[in-house]
């Protein structure tokens, strides 16, 4: 897969301090705003840092939207074959934010510089079987160790950023206690939310929990609630972005992520730690990697050792401050320029090996 490329970056990994020349960089991203998911932010904080630092971007992307684009790089938006060929003939460097075949295949014959940072699984039978043997002509990223471990094949870990010029601590009171942002579908585990709000309140702690995100599951966990005699206590805010989103982290003590499958790594949780929440969630995938040494996971599924490890942190808040005290350091890693400066050594090793 691209091997001596690949070995290449990773000798220039550590960098020799010189800023590159200025480039023109090909972004393909399946999902682009309006959507609203990791990839499609991720796809964004990059392409605004890979501008800011003087190259030239453009974002191509099956997405439609309703709006003119207003961004300080290029969109186009569902090109067809022939503008999607010119597009990748024209760049330096194409970097794909995840596989996908129907904006890779021009990669194959043009021999540029291409770059595939694997967000997640590549997919199983046939489609992954073609998708393998397309990423062979590629230098693949994982976003995380969990993800790299998948599969059977080596490449280099570069994990997400976050939007640290958004999700910081602001000098507000924290006076909720819980808050749960996400897809509200069966794979983040929104429906654990009601009972450990009502385990909680057995043992005599009465939590308010905001439920931000929106989903098939949202109804169901809110009837939950009603159930449980939760009504008082829950709030469903539906989404949140942005500015809104970090004040509404920043009123609250802990970020719950109950996630039940195996995330493969977890801004939110990012999010969460720079706006001063403690993490409590279920050990899934990658998570722990985002989490770090910020909060506290427990087993998968299970839900009392989940209430428990919140109501140790509530019932302690000086533990909830020595986590919130490793948050400066580990959070340096995922900072907007410090990823994109990542990618772009990757980039200059291609293009110095002549990939």
């Not at 300080?72 to 597009?87: G, I, K, Q, S």
Request: proline residues 5%; glycine residues 10%.
């Amino acid at each position: 897969m691209a091997t001596e490329a690949l070995r290449a970056t990773e000798r220039a990994a550590e960098g020799n301090g010189q800023e590159p020349h200025q480039w023109r960089i090909l972004i393909s991203s399946q999902g682009f705003y309006p959507r609203i998911g990791g990839i499609e932010t991720v796809t964004r904080i990059l392409a605004e840092e890979f501008t800011e630092l003087g190259h030239q971007v453009t974002v191509v992307t099956l997405d439609q939207a309703s709006e003119p684009d207003r961004f300080p790089f290029r969109v186009v938006r569902r090109p067809r074959p022939a503008r999607l060929w010119r597009e990748v003939a024209a760049c330096d460097i194409y970097w794909q934010n995840h596989i996908g075949l129907k904006t890779a295949w021009p990669a194959l014959f043009l021999r540029k510089p291409w770059v595939v940072t694997l967000q997640g699984g590549i997919g199983r039978g046939y489609q992954r079987t073609v998708k393998r043997a397309a990423l062979e002509n590629a230098v693949c990223v994982s976003i995380s160790n969990f993800v790299a471990a998948q599969e059977d094949y080596r490449v280099l870990v570069i994990r997400n950023p976050y939007d640290d010029r958004v999700f910081r601590r602001q000098q507000t009171m924290r006076l909720r206690e819980l808050v749960f942002v996400g897809r509200m579908n069966p794979e983040k585990g929104a429906t654990v939310l009601p009972e450990v709000v009502y385990l909680l309140g057995r043992r005599g702690l009465q939590t308010n929990l905001a439920v931000v995100g929106d989903g098939p599951e949202r109804e169901l966990v809110m009837r939950q609630c009603l159930d449980l005699g939760l009504g008082g206590q829950v709030e469903s805010t539906g989404v949140r972005q942005g500015v809104e989103l970090a004040g509404i982290l920043n009123a609250h003590q802990i970020l719950v992520v109950p996630s039940l499958w195996d995330e493969p790594f977890g801004i939110v949780a990012l999010e969460g730690i720079a706006c001063g929440c403690v993490v409590v969630g279920f050990d899934s995938g990658g998570l722990r990697e985002a989490v770090g040494p910020c909060g506290v996971l427990v087993p998968r599924g299970d839900t009392p050792a989940l209430a428990d490890a919140i109501e140790e942190l509530l019932r302690d808040p000086d533990r909830q401050d020595a986590l919130r005290a490793r948050a400066e350091e580990h959070l340096a890693q995922f900072s907007r320029r410090r990823v994109a400066s990542n990618y772009l050594k990757l980039f200059q090793s291609l293009l110095n090996n002549g990939e």
